[in-house]
């Protein structure tokens, strides 16, 4: 296990039966109230936004956050795989700057970068008013050997409606499966593959990471899959039998119904770990602006 120094590093909550109806199909893990650390650091207010995932953090500029502070917000995002902070109002340098106190700053290769802002993603999506679409659930950049524990977003252009982010727990969704799948995925590793981007040039070579990874501050295991464009093959399957386990393993990711859906304000923080979570964008503000700024830091190599 981690440094568990801190309130909020604990997988030691109440166990949950199963419970008919509810979508969760074994036994899984409840995570300790973080309104527990609320008094751990002075003026840090967390509050669960769903049974298991995602955290309101209130009380606190981000930008003057104390070295404590980071390190419980590093610990509050493990634990509840997505964090909100409203009304922050980051702006690009600031943004760069605290995420590196995260870890590496780095981005996906090939997406829409700021003019002036080397690390900053421009996320700006406009709804199609026919057609609402979404990027499926995913987890960010994957196909790299060491990808991104953290993405953040900061929101500079809401819409009125629509365009909210969703986001799945993948504590829960491996918890959830039985012991002897559990078993079959021990050591399996899976190879992942970068798609969907414009620039061919960018792309790495495709990289093989375990199915079931282990967060390194929470000591957790959590799946580790994505959409079957980017994650392709099951080492040592066929090519049938790994299709089906992906296909599988990334449906009841997204059947548990421990996700947290997040509709966005003006000034919005939101960060989250990609080691313990899927998430999905829906573009269904028709044509509203949205626009998002986005800065990623770089993971460990995954290990089981
Ligand atoms: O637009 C969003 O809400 C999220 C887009 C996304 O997948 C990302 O920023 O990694
Ligand atoms: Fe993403």
Known sequence: MPDCALTLCVDNGATLAQT?????????????DP??????????QATLQTGYTGVRVDGLRLVDATDDQIEAIRRLVGEYCVAVFPGQYIGPED???LIARFGKVTHTPGVNMHPDHDEVHVVADRGDPAKP????????TCFVAKPP???????????DHGGDTLFANQYIAYESLSEVMKGWLRGLRLKHVVSGTDRPEAVPDPVWHPAVRTHPVT???????TYADRCIEA??????????????????????HAMYRHRWSEGDFVMWDNRCSLHAAVYDHGDQPRTLYRVMCEGEVPFE
Do not use: C, N
């Open 20 to 32: 008919a109806g509810t979508g969760l199909t074994g036994d899984v893990t409840v995570s300790a």
């Open 35 to 44: 309104a527990e650390v609320a008094g751990a650091f002075e003026g840090l």
């Open 95 to 97: 943004h760069v700057a």
């Open 133 to 140: 679409k979404s990027g499926g659930f995913h987890t960010d």
């Open 149 to 159: 524990s953290f993405t953040s977003l900061s929101a500079i252009e809401v819409p």
């Open 219 to 225: 000591g957790r295991k959590a799946l580790y899959v």
């Open 235 to 256: 080492e040592g399957m066929t090519p049938a039998e790994g299709e089906s386990l992906i296909t599988y393993l990334y449906e009841h990711s997204l059947a548990q």
